[in-house]
């Protein structure tokens, strides 16, 4: 049974994971933050966002996220709160959710479940800053939050944030945790770090010119377990790593193929994915729209 059921005024909501299907570093701005250049792919597997509106104005979470994440600090409250003020909004929320996708993996988690509350929420409340002003505010909250409010795969520039929609063809991807986590700060601090590669175009990424993480080479060093990771996947196909790691993917054009290749991942945390066309969340609004 749902600790967050229908009848007691819940209703959920997906938040999808995302992959980086490359990952650069271009140069460095005036105040300090890195240029990039990615693709985001959105897939059909993530967490489930529960929301129950309140009257009283006050923004609770029912029960933890991630273990040992303060209420204050959950980027879902803090989505909240960001809205509630923006709008000069009176009403409040119950936020739970079922986490499903790894923290610090870079699989974007924290950011997806933040996202899916700004979304909702604006509905939920009636707000209607609509998606422009979301993304917006999301880009306070995190560099990978505007692309879920969104909901589109992407090419990205800047530090994330200037968001180009991408048509992707159909993939099924395996997913690998290794379990560790290096916190991004670490990482670009890293003296190995390829700070200015070559800036690419679309159409680079699309011929297959471009490719790679800027962080992989780092981390496979770093971390035997994320090494130990790589090996195993090189051989069903061609390993890459997602965001800042630590989490890995290889991807294939058939379902059966993925299938294959998850059997010979015994005794690795691993599991498939659909790549989607489009946010599982924008389809569960329209639904909603459409009831």
């Known amino acids: ?94 936020i739970g ?56 795969n992407a090419w990205a520039e800047g530090i994330g944030e200037q968001l180009s929609p991408l048509s992707l063809a159909p993939a099924w991807y395996l997913l690998v945790d290794p379990g560790v986590h290096v916190p991004t700060s670490v990482l670009f601090a890293s003296p190995d770090l390829t700070r200015n590669a070559a800036p690419a175009k679309i159409s680079d990424f699309v011929s297959g010119h471009v490719s790679g993480n800027v962080f ?11 090494q130990a990771a790589f090996d195993r996947l090189a051989s069903v196909g061609t390993p890459r790593l997602t965001g800042s790691g630590s989490g890995c993917f290889v991807e294939f054009a058939q379902r059966d193929l993925a299938e294959a290749a998850l059997r010979e991942m015994t005794g690795l945390r691993a599991w498939l994915s659909a790549g989607a066309a489009r946010s599982p969340l924008l389809q569960a609004l329209e639904a909603e729209n459409q009831s």
């Open 216 to 226: 992989e080479p780092v981390l496979r060093r770093r971390e035997p377990a994320i």
């Open 1 to 94: 049974m749902s600790r967050f059921p229908r009848e007691d005024g819940w209703s959920d909501w997906p938040a999808p994971a995302k992959l980086n299907l490359f990952l650069h570093i271009t140069g460095r701005r005036p105040d300090g933050y890195h240029q990039l250049q990615s693709v985001f792919r959105i897939l059909e597997w993530g967490d489930t966002v529960y929301l129950r509106p309140r009257a009283d104005g006050r923004i609770s979470r029912a029960g933890e996220t991630v273990a040992g994440l303060a209420e204050a600090d959950d980027l879902m409250v803090r989505a909240a709160n960001m809205l509630r003020t923006a709008t000069k909004c009176v009403q409040g929320v119950d």
């Open 97 to 152: 959710i079922e986490k499903r996708i790894p923290a610090g993996g870079g699989f974007g988690g924290g950011s997806s479940d933040a996202a899916t509350v700004l979304r909702v929420l604006d509905r939920l409340w009636g707000t209607h800053l609509g998606v422009e002003r979301l993304a917006e505010l999301g880009l306070a909250l995190g560099a990978d939050v505007p692309v879920f409010v969104r909901g589109e």
